[in-house]
């Protein structure tokens, strides 16, 4: 990184932890203002929130690196996206005025305080989780990539954003969210159109698109009904449906952003304009991921993109195995180049014969390529078992460092950085809001003032905090990043939101019956994830699923017994 690098991250990064700072510090007054801001939100401003709380660092290092892998197949998760999106739109109506959606319908039925409890908790395990994860996730990679200290980067961060998360709350979370905004979406444009310009001049923008057709990295939809292939359409339909709608309804991070809206219209239109971006966005993420799989076919790249983990094997007795791979992989580089070329020409004569065979010399030099690349991992995974070899999350952040000029590398940087800010604030903003209404003053007995109520928010915020840092710091590499925040969610979501439902539809079932009914489901979905190879966004719909069945059961039973004084 060169000076003008360092200059842009930190301009941008203490920019906006002053502005967040400074704006907010008349919302330390009010509890209200404290935990909804001052309800002065436009929709746009909502609907911009509601995205950067999403668009976490991962999804900014673990996409394209995704897509580089896998092509569009991820696509099919966000298949189901739409119809939560109305689905949250509809009900909002009933909870614009609640501090926390636990306390929110479910305060009005006959749900008791043990059951409104057990489903706060159970978003906060799952929450508190995966702030330590988006405070992890830029780290590791940033740690390994420039020899930084992870401790430090994992402090670093989560300090960043405690400073001006405690401090303003609610309104710190939403000001400071639009200009995050606006600098990540800058800096992946950037990054896309620099791709762009940096293939081969004979390569336009049709030909790139065409080469990762033919490498199968635009196949979108998968009918496919095997229950283990994580991205297919019956998953996205069905798991990626009940994660959204779990997601948008459920999880006090997103309803916390749109809490703060002027009205009811607001906060509707900003949850809509979300859902109108969120699709577009996503789709443009893999197709910069599918571009950098482009540009690799002419230029070079590494045998594998942890640098961490060729380390390894490079200081290893199996090293002269693995420089062995690397001259192999050298040699595939030119010979891809050379085909690729030749495909583009085929496509400028219109030469079905030429274009087939190049096609099929492609096929057969990739997937060498990949044979290659297995076998540094075995080698890898000898030397030492426990070094991650999948090196998906690695893939964007070398191409930034090795081909971005100077400038635009700092700008790239300050977007994964930003993003990991952005998702991190909502999620501690939303787990010492849920601590502080859900838990301590739902339990304390003693009146407190305005002010101890912000401070005691406050305090539970800055608690998180120091959790999700800690979390961070013994958290390790999953298959993908991405994958694993998703999968945390799954093992959750369905749950909560089948008590939702339970609260809204079917009010017959009381307090008692849910509660031992989500304690069992808990169980259930845990047996499933660790015992079977299920795809995880299945665990959304199982969830939701059994916990109302085993509700249902629970207080058909119950009301054919004798009366009791179990519900409080």
């Not at 959204?244 to 952003?257: C, E, I, K, M, N």
Request: hydrophobic share 45%; aromatic share 14%; glycine share 6%.
């Amino acid at each position: 990184m060169e000076k003008l690098d360092w200059i842009i991250l930190a301009l941008t990064l203490g920019t906006i932890v002053a502005y967040g700072w400074w704006k907010t510090k008349s919302s330390r007054e009010s509890v209200e203002d404290y935990v909804r801001g001052r309800k002065d939100t436009p929709w746009w401003a909502i609907g911009l929130s509601v995205m950067a709380t999403q668009a976490s660092a991962i999804t900014f290092l673990s996409t394209p690196g995704q897509a580089y892998h896998d092509g569009w197949s991820s696509y099919n998760f966000i298949s189901g996206y739409p119809w939560p999106w109305w689905s949250s739109v509809w009900y909002l109506f009933r909870f614009t005025t609640e501090k926390s959606v636990y306390g929110l319908r479910i305060t009005r039925t006959t749900f008791d305080s043990k059951t409104r409890t057990l489903t706060a908790i159970l978003f906060l395990i799952q929450r508190g989780m995966a702030a330590g994860i988006t405070i992890f996730a830029p780290a590791i990679i940033l740690s390994v990539v420039l020899g930084w200290s992870l401790t430090y980067l994992n402090i670093g961060i989560g300090t960043l954003v405690i400073l001006y998360t405690v401090s303003g709350g609610t309104q710190a979370v939403s000001v400071t969210q639009k200009q995050q905004m606006f600098v990540i979406m800058v800096g992946m444009f950037f990054a896309f159109f620099y791709v762009l310009g940096a293939l081969p001049e004979e390569i336009t923008f049709g030909k790139a698109l065409k080469i990762a057709g033919s490498s199968d990295k635009l196949n979108i939809l998968d009918f496919s009904l095997d229950l283990n292939n994580r991205y297919t359409l019956l998953s996205g339909l069905t798991g990626g449906f009940f994660l959204a709608l779990s997601y948008f309804g459920t999880d006090q991070s997103q309803v916390q952003r749109y809490l703060t809206g002027r009205s009811v219209a607001e906060s509707q239109w900003g949850l809509i304009f979300n859902g109108l971006l969120k699709i577009p966005m996503q789709f443009f993420i893999l197709l910069v991921g599918v571009m950098v799989f482009v540009f690799y076919q002419f230029n070079d790249s590494p045998l594998h993109f942890n640098p961490e983990a060729e380390e390894t094997v490079q200081e290893s007795h199996l090293s002269e195995q693995y420089k062995m791979l690397q001259e192999n992989h050298r040699q595939l580089l030119n010979k891809k180049a050379h085909a690729h070329t030749e495909f583009a020409a085929a496509l400028d004569f219109n030469d079905l014969t030429l274009l087939e065979s190049s096609e099929t010399k492609m096929k057969t030099l990739q997937a060498e390529e990949l044979r290659n690349r297995e076998a540094a991992r075995t080698l890898i995974k000898e030397v030492d078992p426990q070094e991650e070899t999948n090196d998906k999350d690695f893939v964007f952040i070398h191409f930034i460092l090795n081909n971005l000029p100077s400038g635009l590398i700092g700008l790239l940087l300050a977007v994964i950085l930003s993003a990991a800010m952005s998702s991190t604030s909502s999620e501690l903003n939303a787990l010492g809001t849920t601590t502080t209404v859900d838990l301590f003053l739902r339990h304390n007995k003693k009146e407190l003032t305005q002010k101890q109520s912000v401070r005691y928010t406050q305090l539970f915020t800055l608690a998180w905090g120091v959790v999700a840092i800690l979390i961070a710091s013994i958290a390790n590499l999953f298959e993908n990043l991405i994958q694993l925040v998703n999968i945390i969610g799954s093992i959750f979501y369905g749950n909560v939101l089948g008590i939702f439902l339970i609260a809204f539809f079917i009010k017959f079932i009381r307090g008692n019956a849910v509660f031992l009914a989500a304690i069992g489901t808990q169980i259930i979905v845990l047996l499933i994830f660790f015992n079977t190879s299920i795809s995880y966004l299945l665990l959304n719909f199982i969830g939701c699923a059994l916990v109302i069945f085993i509700a249902l059961l629970l207080e058909s039973f119950e009301r054919i017994q004798p009366k009791s004084n179990l519900e409080e």
